[in-house]
């Protein structure tokens, strides 16, 4: 078994997480913080097998490929991420009402 990559989490996708924990903490200050407990799990959890979630239509506009992992139930968020250099990097987080990501 080899050991998971390490998870980066970039600055783009921490202001992501940011904005969308204070807009939840705003209408529902409980759920906000096991929204964020839950999705920064997931988030550690891809460095373990980093290949499991499909490559992300916006992979088309980067010369690597870019996958989109899912979180939560009844909102699906998407973590948009690549593995570079030896590590996973987390580079953008997108509410599932909203469409693709666009770069």
């Known amino acids: 078994m080899t050991a998971p990559l390490p998870v980066i989490i970039t600055p783009n996708a921490a202001d992501d997480l940011t904005a969308s924990w204070a807009w939840l903490r705003e209408r529902n200050p ?37 996958r989109r992992a899912l979180y939560g139930k009844t909102t699906r968020w998407r973590i948009y991420y ?15 009402r909203r469409s693709d990501w666009q770069p």
């Open 82 to 96: 690549a593995v570079i250099d030896g590590s996973v990097q987390v580079l953008h987080v997108r509410h599932g």
């Open 30 to 66: 409980r759920a906000a913080d096991e929204w964020l407990s839950g999705i920064r799990a997931t988030i550690l959890k891809l460095g373990s097998m980093p290949e499991a979630h499909p490559i992300a239509p916006a992979s088309q506009a980067f010369d690597l490929p870019i």
